[in-house]
């Protein structure tokens, strides 16, 4: 069993460096999983088989023991004491090859079942998202909120809260899964969504937005243009006075044409028609329409098309740690 537990941690080590190094596209789902099932196959061998096995080992020291100083006194001799507990505790100390293994079951599968259903920790490497979060941030994403799914294979088993406009959301980018992405959700299954000249319509109906103090970037020492923009709550096609907005920060350059540049040629393009003032996109079925806040410095859904559902990670909520900065800690809007 050593040689064969020897060389299954060879193989995750092997897996993990090689993902580290970037021969290979890890999946860390798959990875947890894998280690969950083999952990906790030498977890139940432990304690159904290997434990049993040296307490047998450990009572059938003291049966010895006790045999041997009854013979003695039947022979009228008095038996030395003799401390064997040291003896004892070595037979008994569950060996290297499965502290390494069954010991470690209990943290991966904890640490599984609550990235997996309940909230997984990102980082956010890039500024697609500034001002409303910024390269750096520790965030918590709600696993639950658009329903429970199966890891690793991701199939939805619960239906959970619909995703609504608004919602600054996770999901596995369309041109590479492998890939986790973060944008705020800015059309949802047959809205109409149209970005011209700068300006937001949804379903015919323009955003308002309000300009707001400008934005100092930090990296490139240079002041933005910050807006608060009105964006329409909802998971459906509503959009009109009555309806519930939600606001949020947004930066726009003057020097930065609302052209896009270079889309690709993504499912359903055909539902989208791109000018020189920027582009009109019907929202299909079962997909939703993603942009950044940092709409002039951010790939979304302009480039690459729509999300399906299937790609859902889960909302973003909280950012808990920003090493540059603990002002950061707190709720996203």
């Known amino acids: 069993m050593q040689v064969i537990t020897a060389i299954v941690l060879g193989a995750f080590a092997s897996y993990i460096g090689c993902w580290y190094v970037g021969y290979i596209e890890g999946n860390f789902a798959l990875l947890l999983f894998v280690a969950s099932v083999v952990t906790g196959i030498y977890w139940l061998a432990e304690k159904y088989y290997f434990l049993p096995q040296r307490m047998l080992s450990v009572q059938s020291i003291q049966d010895q023991t006790q045999a041997r100083e009854t013979q003695l006194k039947a022979l009228g001799i008095t038996p030395q004491e003799v401390d064997l507990s040291h003896q004892m505790l070595e037979v008994a100390r569950q060996p290297w090859w499965l502290d390494w293994t069954a010991g470690l079951f209990p943290v991966i599968v904890v640490v ?4 997996s259903f309940l909230f997984e920790p990102f980082k956010i490497p890039s500024g697609s998202m500034i001002p409303t979060l910024l390269v750096g941030d520790l965030i918590l994403v709600n696993k639950f909120h658009y329903g429970v799914r199966l ?14 406009r608004g919602d600054v959301m996770v999901f596995r980018f369309p041109p590479k899964p492998s890939l986790d992405y973060i944008k705020r959700v800015i059309g949802v299954p ?7 000249n700068k300006q937001l319509t949804i379903n015919g ?10 934005f100092f970037e930090e990296e490139s020492l240079r002041y933005i243009k910050q807006f608060e923009e009105d964006l329409p709550l909802g998971h459906d096609q509503q959009n009109n006075a009555t309806a ?30 791109y000018s020189v003032e920027g582009f009109v996109c019907k929202v299909p079925q079962g997909h939703y329409f993603m942009m950044g806040d ?7 859904s302009r480039y690459w098309g729509f999300v399906p559902d299937e790609n859902i990670v889960g909302k973003a909520i909280f950012v808990w740690m920003n090493f540059g900065s603990l002002k950061r800690i707190g709720s996203i809007n």
Request: charged share 30%.
């Open 112 to 115: 599984f079942l609550l990235r």
């Open 151 to 164: 890891p690793v294979i991701n199939v939805k088993i619960t239906d959970g809260t619909p995703v609504e």
């Open 190 to 196: 047959g809205d109409e969504v149209a970005y011209l």
């Open 205 to 214: 109906v323009p955003v308002e937005k309000k300009a707001l103090p400008e």
């Open 244 to 273: 519930p907005h939600k606001t949020h920060p947004l930066l726009n350059e003057d020097e930065r044409p609302a052209f896009v540049a270079g889309a690709d040629n993504f499912k359903f393009k055909d539902q989208c028609t």
């Open 294 to 300: 940092n709409r002039d410095n951010s790939l979304d």
